[in-house]
């Protein structure tokens, strides 16, 4: 609010004054200097979407692009008409208010559009702003559109009644963007709402003055100097800022993406015994330090190799693929699971006894051995150790790998 209130102390009502003095002693210059400003502000729209078009992911500022840059050539023809410029000499000051006109119409149907039907392609409007603005300008041209301004008499009903359209259809505008939840709208909903607050404004003052010249057309156009100031300031910088976000955000996530590729087992989604190597070493320092122990689970899939020669490799992948989700089910998100290799895996479970250990190992294999969801009747061994303070948890690992054989030993002679 303070930066609000600084802005509006040392910018606008500056602004404002030098405007008001100026219009005084050259309103022609004025009223060109304000268009001019508009129209830049419009081209640097369309330019930058089309420069960011093939990487910015916020399409609706490239649909704005699109809209502004016939908005530009609209507001192009007005500034040349305008009484006193002598570029069309048979020209009255009926021509560039209607060339006003029809600018605030292509502006309010670009927002309804963008804003209303957000699935309209850049291409779409395009090809719909491109023949609209030929059109509205040849019928000015060739005098078929609805007079605005008559000398003597001033501003005509049509005028009015469209100027108080526009308002009205810029009203709901203005709530679309304030409700909207579109990503692409709130980063730069601010100064777009801003924007069109001080549009509907300057319609107002457009309804009011009887001379070209006069108060009410002066505050109108420095209603709209102000809202092209704020979209260049808000929406532009935005604009320009966003896809550079964007792209690092990509980078970033694609940087993510290959580092999970390189520490995850493609098969199982569980963590490879690659990473596990390097992930141990802090696991356990951190487990020295603060005093705690760490557990490890070996398993190993009973018989895989006849399942396998039994039933095909596809099912010994969806078997695998079983056991690692019964294994990632029935453990903590704070413990450590990894494909070892082939038909192992390994659990780590951190500040975890040997006997906790154990309870969640036939935990598994009960949820393993339980289900009839593979159609194969699937077991697992294992083997569980406690490293403790100080040990090697290589021996460790040793030590849990050997319980294991253990434990297949023990089913095989009971088989036998």
């Known amino acids: 609010m303070k930066a609000i209130t600084k802005r ?8 404002f004054a030098a405007l008001f003095f100026l219009s005084r002693i050259n309103y022609l210059l004025y009223h060109t200097i304000i268009e001019f400003f508009a129209i830049f502000t419009g081209l640097s729209i369309g330019l930058i979407a089309y420069a960011t078009r093939g990487f910015n992911q ?54 309804v559009l963008i804003l209303y039907f957000p699935k309209l392609s850049e291409r779409t409007l395009f090809f719909l702003f491109g023949p609209l603005t ?5 019928s000015i041209w060739t005098g078929v559109f609805p007079d605005c301004f008559i000398e003597g008499f001033g501003l005509t009903e049509f005028k009015i009644s469209m100027e108080y359209i526009i308002i009205f259809v810029l009203l709901a505008v203005l709530v679309r963007t304030l409700r909207s939840k579109d990503v692409s709208i709130s980063t730069f909903q601010k100064p777009l709402v801003a924007a069109i607050i001080l549009t509907i404004f300057g319609e107002l003052s457009f309804t009011l003055y009887s001379d070209v010249c006069g108060f009410f057309n002066f505050l109108g156009h420095v209603f709209r100097l102000f809202s092209y100031m704020v979209i260049l300031r808000g929406v532009i910088v935005n604009a320009l800022a966003n896809p550079v976000q964007a792209l690092l955000f990509e980078l970033y996530e694609e940087k993510e993406k290959l580092k999970e590729i390189a520490h995850r087992d493609s098969l199982t989604g569980l963590f490879n015994r690659a990473f596990f190597n390097e992930w141990i070493q802090d696991q356990v320092r951190k487990a020295q330090f603060q005093n705690v122990p760490l557990s490890f689970i070996m398993i190993d899939v009973d018989n895989f190799k006849q399942i396998n020669d039994t039933y ?8 695998l693929r079983f056991v690692a989700r019964c294994i990632s089910d029935s453990i903590r998100s704070s413990d450590f699971a990894v494909r070892y290799g082939g038909d192992e895996f390994l659990v780590v479970l951190y500040n975890t006894s040997k006997q906790q250990a154990e309870q969640v190992a036939s935990r598994i294999r009960e949820k393993i051995r339980n289900s009839d969801e593979l159609g ?9 150790a406690e490293l403790k303070p100080g040990d090697n948890y290589l021996k460790f690992l040793q030590k849990a790998d050997e319980e294991m054989y253990g434990m297949k030993r023990e089913k095989k002679s009971c088989c036998d």
């Open 312 to 319: 095909g490799h596809l099912t010994g992948d969806k078997v």
């Open 376 to 384: 194969v009747d699937v077991d697992i061994s294992y083997g569980v």
């Open 134 to 138: 030929t059109f509205l300008i040849t």
């Open 58 to 111: 916020n399409r609706i500022f490239i649909k704005f692009g699109v809209v502004y840059v016939f908005v530009a050539i609209v507001d192009f023809l007005h500034t040349l008409a305008y009484k006193g410029m002598g570029v069309f000499p048979n020209w009255t000051a009926n021509q560039p208010t209607q060339f006003w006109i029809a600018g605030r119409l292509l502006e309010t149907l670009g927002f």
């Open 8 to 15: 509006f102390i040392f910018i606008y009502i500056p602004v």
